[in-house]
Nanobody, 125 residues
Framework: QLVESGGGLVQAGDSLKLSCVVS????????MAWFRQAPGKDRESVAL????????YYPDSVQGRFAISKDSAKKTLYLEMSSLRPEDTAVYYC????????????????????WGQGTQVTVSS
């Protein structure tokens, strides 16, 4: 089970840190990701991380502004967001999938087998 937190209402240019706590075992075997979905739009990835934490990926829209990380001791996935823009407004979801290949990134939302309930991020102009 995944439980996200940390969303809220912020102004453009502000920062926000999202957390996703993983219950149960296997945290170190999960490749994980943050996706977001705005009203009327498809779910899109904003940050991916491999199970061994060595590989990450960010789309151009958030490159340099968002940072994904894993804390194995706390079994928590983080997304640090800075220089937020109104177009970042969406429900943010964390996803996890068991990965035999520790360096692999999973780009498709359909690859993820476990999802959290989502946390709303709203950025006002």
């Amino acid at each position: 089970q995944l439980v996200e937190s940390g969303g809220g209402l912020v102004q453009a240019g502000d920062s926000l840190k999202l957390s996703c706590v993983v219950s149960g075992g296997g945290f170190n075997t999960y490749a994980m990701a943050w996706f977001r979905q705005a009203p009327g739009k498809d779910r899109e990835s904003v940050a991916l991380i491999s199970s061994d934490e060595t590989n990450t990926y960010y789309p151009d829209s958030v490159q340099g502004r968002f940072a994904i990380s894993k804390d194995s001791a706390k079994k928590t996935l983080y997304l640090e967001m800075s220089s937020l823009r109104p177009e970042d407004t969406a429900v943010y979801y964390c996803g996890a999938t068991f990965s035999y290949r520790r360096l692999r990134l999973y780009y498709d939302a359909n690859d993820y087998t476990i999802w959290g309930q989502g946390t709303q991020v709203t950025v006002s102009s």
